[in-house]
Each structure stands twice: as structure tokens, then as C-alpha cells.
């Protein structure tokens, strides 16, 4: 059974960089697939928002929005993919989650940005 679980700091101060790992179980990030592994977050009282991506070969795919902000790499050797997003700001609060297209979610990660 496929499992994934986000993990990293809770605070984050502002336009430091905030650094998330997603570490998959019961399956490979490597194995080729039509799936891509995404991060996605949910701001408090807002919609999810996709952020970006990484596919099972590592091509990396970026929201427009958060390009010039956001790096996605990952880790073979331990079945994990990582999203690093820089110059952080209060408007960063979310709810961060890791997932294997639509079917499959980490449980989420709150990740707070404040001095």
C-alpha cells in the first residue's frame, strides 16, 4: 500500500527558506508511471494550490507563481522528494501536503511562517 508522509520544521521565520521532505513507502519514486509526485498547499481559509512536481524520471514541473521561489529535488536512495521554497513570508502559512497524482496524500504538514 502506498503511503507518504511530509515531514520538517513547523516555523519557518520569514525570508528564510523553508524545506520539506516527502518520504515514500510501499512504492518507488522512480517506478515509471503516468503519475507525477506533487506538493500541494492550503493556506488557512483558502483552496489547495498546487505548487509543483516531480516525475518518476525527475523532471520538474513549477506553478508560475511560485517558479522563481521553489526548487523540487529527490533522493533515490531513500525513496524521498523535497520542496525548498526561499524568501518565505507570513502568506506561506499552509498546510502542506505531498501526493502521487490525485489518488494518493501524505497527511499534511502545517508549516507556520513568523518572526
Known amino acids: 500500500q502506498l503511503q507518504l508522509q511530509e515531514s520538517g520544521p513547523g516555523l519557518v521565520k520569514p525570508s528564510q527558506t523553508l524545506s520539506l521532505t516527502c518520504t515514500v513507502s510501499?512504492?518507488?519514486?522512480?517506478?515509471?508511471?503516468?503519475?507525477?509526485w506533487n506538493w500541494i498547499r492550503q493556506p488557512p481559509g483558502r483552496g489547495l494550490e498546487w505548487m509543483g512536481a516531480i516525475t518518476y524520471s525527475g523532471t520538474t514541473y513549477y506553478s508560475p507563481s511560485l517558479k522563481s521561489r521553489s526548487s523540487i529535488s529527490r533522493d533515490t536512495s531513500k525513496n524521498q522528494f523535497t520542496l525548498q521554497l526561499s524568501s518565505v513570508t507570513p502568506e506561506d502559512t499552509a498546510v502542506y501536503y505531498c501526493?502521487?497524482?490525485?489518488?494518493?496524500w501524505g497527511q499534511g504538514a502545517q508549516v507556520t511562517v513568523s518572526s
Open positions: 501526493s502521487r497524482g490525485l489518488g494518493h
Open positions: 510501499g512504492g518507488s519514486i522512480t517506478t515509471n508511471t503516468y503519475w507525477s
